[in-house]
């Protein structure tokens, strides 16, 4: 670990965006708008939406600041790498951005699913928000990919997150892929997401203690 070429800064800086993704990607979808849900009734999701409007409305905001702090964590990411690889630094980052535009964009549906007093309109666009979802995942699976290389390039962050990065990118394409080609199967791949949660909350706290761990090697 000695001779870190990463600003304490930067990496603080990118712990704690990482770890506002995580608290409002997790919040917006599993506490705030999943239990008002329900894929196989439009009646149903329709009413639950209705009579707790503002939840629903919270969690389009929780997904607001998560594609804001997604893109920050993006940029953040680019210089704390940028040392490895400028090339793959910089493919990390475009996809990355072009992950959290798509997500960002697709916060419009769940918009419009308000905006309509239809039933069917309603849960029509919110199945379309989780496709616009998947479809920027398969960005961001690419994003994993590059990220896993230069982690196990750099020589100053743990291989075993390289590997976990990586893997949570097989994971987020493969359900994506299943999204859009087979969406019956689609269901299957969803306790593999557990992985990616693991591996990507180990990324955050590594980038919230390299400061500290910068610290000693400067002292070293």
Same mark, same amino acid.
């Given at each position: ?24 990607? #997790? ?37 607001? #600041? ?17 040392? #490895? ?11 990355? *951005? ?22 069917? *309109? ?12 998947? *479809? ?31 893997l949570s990118g097989v994971v987020y394409l493969t359900g994506s892929v299943l999204r859009f ?6 269901g299957f791949i969803t306790p593999a997401y557990v992985l990616p949660l693991i591996a990507e ?10 400061p500290a761990q910068a610290r000693r090697a400067a002292l070293d």
């Open positions: 670990m000695n001779g870190l070429p990463i600003s304490s800064q930067q990496a603080r800086f990118a712990g704690v965006c990482y770890l506002v993704i995580i608290l409002c990607g #997790v919040g917006s979808e599993v506490a705030l708008r999943g239990p008002l849900i329900d894929f196989e009734s439009a009646e149903w999701t329709a009413q639950a939406i209705s009579a707790d409007i503002m939840r629903f409305r919270l969690s389009i905001m929780a997904d607001v #600041v998560m594609a804001l702090a997604d893109a920050a964590l993006a940029v953040m990411l680019f210089f704390v790498f940028q040392p #490895v690889s400028a090339g793959l630094s910089l493919g990390a980052l475009v996809f990355r *951005l072009l992950q959290s535009g798509l997500i960002a964009a697709g916060l419009l549906n769940l918009q419009a699913a308000i905006v309509f007093d239809d039933a069917e *309109l309603t849960l029509s666009f919110i199945e379309l928000h989780a496709h616009g979802y998947d *479809l920027g995942l398969i960005f961001f699976a690419v994003n994993c990919f590059l990220t896993a290389v230069l982690i196990l390039r750099s020589g100053f962050a743990p291989r075993l997150l390289g590997f976990g990065v990586g080609v087979a969406p019956d199967l689609h909350a180990a990324f955050c706290l590594w980038l919230l203690i390299l």
